[in-house]
């Protein structure tokens, strides 16, 4: 791991009052750009060949004669062979020369390798480097150690296939979509092994891979993603913020569920097993007298990365649940970095995160708004790894 130091030591050359903010051009890298540019910041889009349009051509800033944005919400793109070309000494330095501070998302340490982001990579981070580590459940201290160290609750875990006995969900990685997920449900251990060997013969899953996959409780309910900010430069007030909450389309699962019962049975072997492959995302609200739960669950949260993974978390964090029947919720995935459905709110905030700002407030541009507050009050090393 880079010394913090080191990293920090990088602003001393930056000229702040031009400071950019530069996100990896996938996940949520609109959400960042609008809300930078909301808080007068440039902004710049790491793209991948093939896969820059959406930044390069249709969200590209357009300017009137005067210089004011009249369309658009990213400034400037880079487009590299590989995303994780990034990492490259030239680009490194090309954005410490531009003054760029960096917004880890999911794509950045999905197509770059987390070692090379935890030691190699010298930009300046909003967030918390070492734990974005923690999302890979391939890991010993990944984010369900730090769960059951912190306290949280979230489903239990099913050590033996043999031992089903109720309604579980198997994890692991697609074979071919291998950033995606090979997710099946069964109820028995017969039922396991019938739709492990469907989707292994359907090229779903792999049965090296079913070796690391856990299995888990399913926790049968609504879910809910919290968008919560921790912020280290709040004196007043709680540093823990909720901005939104969202929830997930999932396919094919999605499509299974509007059809009928008796339409469901009919389906064939390469269909009736439904995938969960994230498309998209919606908002929602909870009911109030249950917001002092999840609050908790965010303070133990913070609490357990500041014992586990110092300096903790900095910045926006996703906590996703399930609920169940007796209003009980377990946190199934955890996100160390900016969530992957803040695009629902994106221009226009989110309920919770207006009414606590009292102005449209998304996570892209409570990001934007923490690195001005960091500058302006000369504490900007407190939020950047």
Not at 108 to 115: N, R, W
Not at 129 to 156: A, C, I, T, V
Request: with cysteine; proline share 4%.
């Amino acid at each position: 791991m880079l010394d913090l130091n080191k990293v920090r030591a990088k602003l001393e050359d930056y000229d702040l009052a031009k400071t950019k903010v530069g996100v990896v051009a996938s996940h949520s890298a609109l959400d960042v750009c609008d809300g930078a540019v909301d808080e007068g910041f440039p902004t710049l889009a790491v793209c991948q060949k093939g896969r820059e349009k959406t930044y390069d051509k249709y969200f590209k800033t357009i300017h009137d004669g005067k210089g004011k944005r009249i369309r658009g919400v990213v400034d400037e793109t880079w487009i590299l062979d590989k995303f994780a070309d990034i990492l490259k000494k030239e680009y490194q330095q090309r954005l410490i020369d531009e003054n760029v501070i960096f917004v880890p998302n999911r794509s950045f340490t999905s197509y770059a390798p987390l070692d090379r982001i935890e030691d190699d990579f010298v930009v300046p981070m909003v967030g918390s480097r070492n734990l974005l580590r923690s999302e890979e459940r391939e890991e010993e201290k990944d984010y369900y150690w730090l769960l059951e160290k912190g306290g949280l609750p979230f489903p239990k875990k099913i050590k033996n296939p043999e031992d089903i006995d109720k309604l579980v969900m198997v994890k692991l990685k697609h074979k071919e979509k291998r950033l995606e997920r090979g997710f099946f449900t069964a109820s028995s251990y017969e039922e396991y092994q019938g739709k492990v060997e469907n989707l292994i013969k359907n090229d779903v899953i792999t049965r090296e891979d079913l070796k690391d996959a856990r299995i888990e409780e399913y926790i049968i309910g609504p879910v809910f993603n919290f968008d919560f900010f921790y912020s280290p430069l709040n004196d007043k007030g709680s540093k823990i913020e909720l901005l939104g909450i969202d929830w997930r389309f999932e396919t094919s699962l999605d499509g299974h569920v509007r059809l009928p019962a008796p339409q469901q049975m009919t389906l064939n072997e390469e269909q009736i097993v439904p995938e969960y492959t994230v498309t998209g995302h919606n908002s929602a609200t909870l009911r109030e007298s249950q917001l002092e739960k999840v609050f908790k669950l965010a303070e133990l949260y913070v609490k357990a990365t500041k014992k586990h993974y110092a300096p903790g978390v900095i910045g926006p964090f996703c906590l996703q649940t399930c609920v169940d029947k007796d209003l009980n919720f377990y946190i199934y995935d955890v996100a160390p970095r900016t969530g992957g459905g803040t695009n629902v709110h994106m221009n226009v905030g989110h309920p919770y995160g207006n009414t606590l700002w009292g102005k449209r407030m998304s996570t892209g541009r409570r990001l934007a708004q923490e690195i001005r507050r960091g500058i302006k009050k000369e504490r900007l090393k407190e939020i950047i790894t």
